[in-house]
């Protein structure tokens, strides 16, 4: 009996429990604890971003990888905007760095992707350049198809390693 009655205070107190934990679908108050340490300063609802623009969801500056098509290192339409606002970026700020790293897919031979890497590189080199920002703020490396983004062998895998990405330093 003794065992019984154990057995039901446990489910009476797991019950007690569960049922406290329920939520009550009104969360606008709630705390929510961040254990991954990441910096959320601005990130609430109707806050102003307040952290580097760099890092700021909301702007082109965001963006830090430009695509190119097959065989190309022509800067695509689509990521106009965005060169130009990392060239205003880069302009406003003098002391900032930036190494643009050129990729390619696993097609072709290893020379060749290291070439249209650095091709792409200089390619976004040259745009910033034309907006205005001194060379002396711009470096370039190569990569080729020794950094893949992506591990398939299929065209959604091989686009995404078709690309320079900004890399920020200063």
């Known amino acids: 009996m003794k065992l ?9 107190l797991a019950s007690v429990v569960f049922v406290g934990c329920a939520s009550t679908g009104d969360d606008s108050g709630a705390a929510i604890e961040d254990r991954s340490g990441a910096d959320t300063t601005g990130a609430s ?21 430009i695509y190119f098509d097959f065989d190309q290192s022509t800067i695509r339409s689509d990521f106009i905007e965005v ?9 406003s700020n003098r002391s900032a760095t930036l190494m643009i790293e050129g990729h390619a897919d696993e097609r072709g031979s290893r020379e060749y ?3 249209l890497g650095e091709r792409r590189a200089n390619a976004i080199r040259s745009f910033l350049e ?8 711009i ?7 020794e950094r893949p983004a992506a591990f398939g062998n299929d065209e959604p895998s091989w686009s995404e390693n078709r690309r320079g990405v900004l890399v920020y330093g200063g």
């Open 139 to 145: 470096t370039t490396i190569s990569y080729g198809e």
């Open 83 to 91: 060169l130009r606002a990392h060239a205003a970026y880069l302009i």
């Open 45 to 65: 609802a109707g806050s102003a971003w307040s952290g580097s623009e760099l890092e700021d969801p909301n702007s082109p500056l965001y963006t830090k990888i």
């Open 113 to 115: 992707n290291i070439g």
């Open 130 to 137: 034309a907006e205005g920002v001194p060379g002396t703020q």
């Open 4 to 12: 019984k009655s154990a057995g039901w205070l446990l489910i009476a």
